[in-house]
């Protein structure tokens, strides 16, 4: 008998103009945690969506509990005992947790209704088991990312799932709500269910991992038991060579022209940001850490008109100006790179170009009012070179880019409208270490040449390295501001907690 749940031999897969599998092979053991890692656009996505029957492999063999399988979609693959949960969460908002957890598969009752007496009590055994004390009848949309995760899981669990596909579940999680996965996770080991677990974030995969395996280029590079790796290994396998920085050198100049200034800027809602006020010089990458509840991207999307102030100035270069609405953001030569880029940031079903060129279409109208198509072209294909964006063709469908490459998309978008405030908000959450390298090289580059970068971030080497000056932000208010060249993780911290008597609940890095 097979010491592996699952076992995907040599497995190939060709789009156009592109070999997105090339003999892949990843097994996995019953009751282990196996980490998925390589650069986006590695492979792993395409890899699980081929076990998953989203993909109709054009070569090799899957072995699922000791039978040869070829699911033709993704219900298939659920009946059999393989579930997944997507990076980006897909509720049904307005339906309840019940209706939710037994989509598709209602428990029946008399004259063939569905018997939500059943599935309220059935879905409450099973949010136990997640750990998850919540009324049944609660609507999603009133629950924060991680209870939704919970009850993601708990779905997986009512189909009796032997194999759970994880992709970068801790993306959007705070520190004490990663614990609480965790322990999760160890409870479905105990069951004997076998995790396929895909993140970046290196310090889980070495924590929680009991194999690695890596894919480069859409190869298979190895596989490793968790405890024989290091980070350094892990990224060496990942993109081919040492990586011996993960931050580029700063060659970005900080004029004494201030380009932005906020004054005592606070929001109607008593809850949100208050006071706030700060300076931000040209050719200057500020970077705004605090903990969750901090309100740092309340405050950016106040700026860019997203939210309204209750009191308070922006002045742009020293006049003030009244910004009500992104156009009017974008007029000032503000630009916003949201944080969830799938659920604000990109325009899925269409291409790169038209992803890339919306922001700026007045620019491109000729004559008698049509848009210039070739002036178009011209100009996203220049950004997406100077992006390095990987892609077979600019009319390709930006959602099947890699995460990486749809936040390079983003980026070209708003360089084509030639902005001098770039607020980049996460702007490297759930891509891989080798294109987080090359996004903080987009943003020196930006910045030597006098673009000013607002940066928000929750990773705490991210805020330390990419920075010029750190503003922290601590419960709606500003806290403190540390240049880079004294910031500490212990001088961050200080300030983040600053206006706290004591926090409870755990804390996102900052």
């Known amino acids: 008998m097979s ?18 599998l090339d003999n892949v092979t990843f097994r996995l053991r019953p009751g282990t945690v196996h980490a998925l890692m ?24 899957i072995v699922f509990n000791g039978q040869e399988v070829d699911f033709k979609d993704s219900k298939e693959s659920i009946d059999a005992g393989i579930s997944m949960i997507h990076q980006e969460l897909q509720p049904i908002r307005m339906m309840t947790i019940a209706e939710n957890v037994f989509l598709g598969n209602y428990p029946l009752g008399k004259f063939n209704l569905v018997n939500h007496g059943k599935m309220n009590e059935e879905t409450k055994s099973l949010l136990e088991e997640v750990g998850l004390y919540l009324d049944p009848t609660t609507l999603l949309n009133d629950l924060t990312v991680s209870q939704m995760q919970s009850v993601e899981i708990a779905k997986a669990i009512s189909h009796h799932a032997k194999v759970v596909i994880m992709d970068e579940p801790t993306s959007s999680l705070t520190t004490s709500e990663v614990e609480k996965l965790f322990e999760i996770i160890d409870k479905l080991k105990a069951k004997n269910i076998g995790i396929i677990y895909i993140s970046h974030k290196m310090d889980e995969i070495l924590r929680i991992s009991d194999d690695i395996t890596v894919m480069r280029d859409g190869q298979y590079v190895g596989t490793w038991p968790a405890k024989e790796m290091t980070t350094a290994k892990i990224i060496q396998a990942m993109v081919g060579r040492e990586l011996t920085s993960l931050f580029p050198e700063k060659t970005n ?7 932005l200034e906020l004054q005592d800027v606070t929001s109607p809602n008593p809850l949100s940001f208050k006071h706030a006020s700060f300076t931000l010089r040209k ?11 901090a309100q740092r991207t309340e405050l950016m999307e106040a700026l860019y008109g997203m939210r309204v102030l209750e009191q308070g100035k922006i002045l742009i270069k020293g006049q003030e100006v ?21 659920y604000n940031g990109i325009f899925g079903v269409l291409s790169i170009t038209d992803n890339a060129s919306v922001a700026a279409l007045k620019e491109y109208v000729g004559r008698m009012g049509l848009l210039d198509e070739r002036k178009i072209n011209q100009v996203v294909e220049g ?24 936040q390079k998309v983003i980026l070209a978008r708003w360089l084509a409208n030639n902005p001098d405030i770039l607020i980049l908000d996460e702007p490297t959450r759930g891509i891989d270490v080798g294109a987080k390298y090359e996004i903080y090289q987009i ?10 970068i607002i940066m928000i971030t929750s990773e705490m080497s991210e805020l330390l390295g990419v920075s010029d000056r750190i503003m922290v932000m601590c419960e709606g208010r500003v806290a403190g501001f540390l240049n880079r060249d004294v910031a500490t993780q212990e001088s ?19």
């Open 3 to 20: 010491d592996y749940i699952l076992e995907m031999k040599n497995i190939t897969k060709t789009f156009p103009g592109v070999k997105a």
């Open 383 to 406: 950004n997406v070179d100077r992006l390095r964006v990987k892609t077979p063709n600019n009319k390709t469908k930006i959602e099947s880019l890699s995460g990486g490459n749809q």
């Open 38 to 61: 390589g650069e986006n656009g590695a492979g792993k996505s395409t890899l699980m969506k081929c076990l998953f029957g989203i993909y109709h492999r054009d070569a090799g063999s």
């Open 283 to 293: 050719g200057e990458v500020l970077g705004i850490g605090g903990l969750v509840g």
């Open 322 to 342: 009244s910004i009500k609405r992104p156009a009017d953001a974008i007029k000032n030569r503000i630009a916003l790179v949201t944080e969830d880029r799938r």
């Open 443 to 452: 943003i020196n580059d930006l910045a030597a040449e006098g673009k000013s």
């Open 253 to 259: 100049q900080i004029s004494e022209e201030v380009v």
């Open 492 to 510: 961050v911290m200080t300030l983040a907690t600053k206006f706290m008597g004591a926090h409870e609940g755990g804390m996102e890095s900052v």
